[in-house]
């Protein structure tokens, strides 16, 4: 068998035709060793014309094979002793070798560098990026050299000296525009940073934000470390809150100094609280899942663990059933809690992904829980999220489970019930069921026209976008309202139009980010940015010049989103009116998830498998037999 000869013929060199082509001569025992001179005047007999007629390629063939009879040249170098024709096989591999590798880096290193389109931020990372920043400059305590905030300094080093604490209650974060450090809405910003880090974990590392991320999460997980024993198994107390101010005070505190938290000398007291199963609820989760979130770091993620099961303990305590801020004039005029069962199943959903312990996914889906949190009611205001309800929250996170893990029984009842309801809270969103108003930009009302709406809809878009993404992820199409059907891309366009909204695509064509755009507001409620980062101490009623002056404030509050406008879609940047200018920790936080489900910078996709990694293997269950019957 033989090789195909592209050009026609058999590369099979016959030897018949060869004797016969030299005259009828042949030698069997040279088959393969030919006489090249009687090949091309054989016995002397033949003419000069015979000879021309042989075969051209026959003629090709000899005449190759009786050039290589030629003497080779050779090179001494000496050592070694190389022929003209490897010499210049080595010199044209050096040349090939160079034009082909050497070259091409060469030119390569020259070229100014060029960023791909394909990897530009989009507007959406560019606001992300501001917008963490915004908890660096809230942080109370002893700053790292790397925090980033040129205006922000050591402070609050005297909080909790007034507690069995040892060393205090240094650390956390400053609320808003003042300087309390309310442990509520802290608690549930934490939570909320760590579940879009567990969900966005790609992205964020994507953006190059998750080490930061991580960073702030630690954070706030220490300090609410502080504020209760994390050391023992049973508490009959928390720490709720640092700092303060009542309304109306000549004293001075925290509302009635205008003050960078640098300049604070005024007493701050510490608040501390022997009922709440609220604030121990968030503050479990806020641990649970951060715990999830440093599980590559046992030690700590055990401590955080041990931490969270301790305060939902103290949640769970029946004789300890009672708002954190009940009856108290320096919580409940600003973080006032309504109820607690929202945040026993929103706890109990982290500490059950936190731990696998099937006693909290138990108490999630006992009928209880959500009959006395009205989750089943459909109330419009409880489909939306925010630190005082979970409950939206707490179901799309065990619809969730449902959506991946399909439990089964005992669970599925309760479970399906839970994301009947996330779907509908969906519609709720939209436009056309008129359940909540829309401004005519565009924006939704869902604290139907009353200030700081902004929070609001953050948290929105971030439902909307998370759940859209479960689906995809899930390989499901859409969903049903009523009889309608819906794609996942209207909840995307549902959460892209909210946050455009906040990000300037809006009447005022304002960005209500600080610091993200060219039109943002300047005279922010807030006492650290607006007054001058000059050395100079300003005293309680000091810094008051500040808070009146009609100047921008000497320091831009970088991330910060802002109360946000009326629902005549009208701002007014202005320092006095904190409904409009003052940001919020519960605020940022929703925002910072919302944009980064946003992000286009991977696509998409969720981390499926992160938050259960801690959920046993869940075998089939089948449910009780039923009585035997009886005549």
């Given at each position: 068998m033989h090789s195909r000869n592209h050009w026609g013929g058999s590369f099979e060199l016959s030897t018949d035709n060869l004797a016969e082509a030299s005259g009828g001569h042949h030698d069997n025992s040279?088959?393969?060793?030919?006489?090249?001179?009687?090949?091309?005047?054989h016995g002397g007999g033949h003419s000069q014309q015979q000879r021309f007629d042989l075969d051209e390629t026959l003629q090709s063939w000899v005449l190759e094979r009786a050039a290589e009879k030629k003497k080779k040249k050779y090179v001494d170098f000496g050592c070694i002793m190389v022929s003209h024709k490897a010499l210049k096989w080595i010199i044209g591999s050096i040349l090939v070798a160079f034009c082909?590798?050497?070259?091409?880096?060469?030119?390569?290193?020259?070229?100014?560098?060029?960023?791909?389109?394909?990897?530009?931020?989009?507007n959406y990372t560019i606001a992300l990026h501001k917008a963490l920043l915004f908890f660096n400059a809230q942080k109370s305590g002893i700053l790292p050299k790397s925090n980033g905030i040129p205006w922000r300094k050591n402070s609050g080093l005297n909080d909790g000296n007034d507690t069995d604490v040892k060393g205090?209650?240094?650390?956390?974060?400053?609320?808003?525009?003042?300087?309390?450090?309310?442990?509520?809405?802290?608690?549930?910003?934490?939570?909320?940073?760590?579940?879009?880090?567990?969900?966005?974990?790609?992205?964020?590392?994507?953006?190059?934000?998750?080490?930061?991320?991580?960073?702030?999460?630690?954070?706030?997980?220490?300090?609410?470390?502080?504020?209760?024993?994390?050391?023992?198994?049973?508490?009959?107390?928390?720490?709720?809150?640092?700092?303060?101010?009542?309304?109306?005070?000549?004293?001075?505190?925290?509302?009635?100094?205008?003050?960078?938290?640098?300049d604070m000398t005024y007493e701050r007291s510490t608040i501390t609280i022997f009922k709440g199963p609220d604030l121990a609820g968030e503050m479990a989760a806020a641990l649970a899942s951060a715990s999830i979130v440093f599980q590559d770091d046992i030690t700590y993620s055990t401590t955080l663990i041990k931490g969270a099961t301790t305060l939902f303990a103290f949640a769970r305590d029946s004789g300890k059933r009672s708002t954190y801020s009940h009856g108290d004039p320096n919580i409940q005029p600003y973080y006032n809690s309504t109820g607690y069962y929202d945040e026993y199943m929103w706890g109990a959903a982290w500490l059950y992904y936190a731990t696998g312990n099937s006693s909290y996914i138990s108490l999630a889906t006992n009928p209880s829980i959500p009959k006395n949190a009205k989750a089943f009611r459909m109330i419009p205001d409880f489909s939306v999220?925010?630190?005082?309800?979970?409950?939206?929250?707490?179901?799309?996170?065990?619809?969730?489970?449902?959506?991946?893990?399909?439990?089964?029984?005992?669970?599925?009842?309760?479970?399906?019930?839970?994301?009947?309801?996330?779907?509908?809270?969906?519609?709720?969103?939209?436009?056309?069921?008129n359940v909540f108003n829309?401004?005519?930009?565009?924006?939704?009302?869902?604290?139907?026209?009353?200030?700081?709406?902004?929070?609001?809809?953050?948290?929105?878009?971030?439902?909307?976008?998370?759940?859209?993404?479960?689906?995809?992820?899930?390989?499901?199409?859409?969903?049903?309202c009523g009889p309608n059907y819906f794609p996942i891309s209207v909840l995307k366009a549902f959460a892209t139009s909210q946050i455009d909204y906040i990000m300037g695509k809006n009447p005022m064509n304002m960005s209500y980010i600080v610091g993200y755009g060219n039109k943002f507001p300047r005279h922010v409620h807030h006492r650290g940015a607006s007054t001058p980062n000059d050395n100079t101490?300003?005293?309680?009623?000091?810094?008051?010049?500040?808070?009146?002056?009609?100047?921008?404030?000497?320091?831009?509050?970088?991330?910060?989103?802002?109360?946000?406008?009326?629902?005549?879609?009208?701002?007014?940047?202005?320092?006095?009116?904190?409904?409009?200018?003052?940001?919020?920790?519960?605020?940022?936080?929703?925002?910072?998830?919302?944009?980064?489900?946003?992000?286009?910078?991977?696509?998409?996709?969720?981390?499926?498998?992160?938050?259960?990694?801690?959920?046993?293997?869940?075998?089939?269950?089948?449910p009780p037999p039923p009585p035997p019957w009886k005549p």
């Open positions: 040279h088959a393969g060793e030919w006489d090249r001179a009687a090949l091309l005047d082909v590798i050497a070259l091409p880096i060469i030119i390569s290193k020259s070229l100014p560098k060029h960023h791909s389109r394909t990897t530009s931020p989009d205090g209650l240094v650390g956390g974060y400053y609320d808003a525009g003042d300087n309390i450090k309310f442990h509520f809405p802290m608690a549930y910003a934490m939570t909320m940073l760590s579940w879009s880090v567990l969900e966005y974990k790609q992205k964020y590392m994507a953006v190059d934000e998750y080490e930061h991320a991580r960073d702030l999460i630690k954070w706030g997980a220490d300090y609410l470390l502080l504020t209760f024993n994390s050391s023992a198994t049973k508490i009959n107390k928390i720490y709720a809150q640092v700092g303060g101010g009542l309304n109306g005070s000549t004293t001075p505190d925290d509302h009635y100094c205008w003050q960078r938290p640098e999220l925010s630190w005082n309800n979970k409950l939206p929250a707490a179901m799309l996170l065990l619809t969730r489970f449902r959506m991946f893990l399909n439990p089964g029984y005992p669970y599925e009842d309760m479970l399906k019930m839970y994301h009947n309801v996330t779907s509908l809270t969906m519609c709720s969103y939209l436009h056309q069921f829309f401004t005519k930009g565009g924006l939704i009302q869902l604290n139907h026209g009353k200030p700081q709406d902004l929070q609001f809809v953050a948290n929105a878009a971030f439902l909307a976008s998370l759940f859209a993404d479960y689906m995809e992820s899930a390989g499901v199409p859409g969903w049903y101490h300003y005293s309680c009623t000091g810094g008051w010049k500040w808070r009146d002056s009609p100047n921008g404030n000497p320091n831009n509050i970088t991330g910060a989103m802002v109360g946000g406008p009326d629902r005549f879609d009208q701002f007014h940047d202005s320092r006095s009116n904190y409904n409009f200018t003052e940001p919020t920790m519960a605020g940022n936080a929703g925002l910072v998830a919302a944009l980064i489900s946003l992000t286009n910078n991977i696509g998409s996709g969720i981390d499926k498998n992160t938050i259960f990694s801690k959920v046993p293997p869940l075998g089939p269950q089948n």
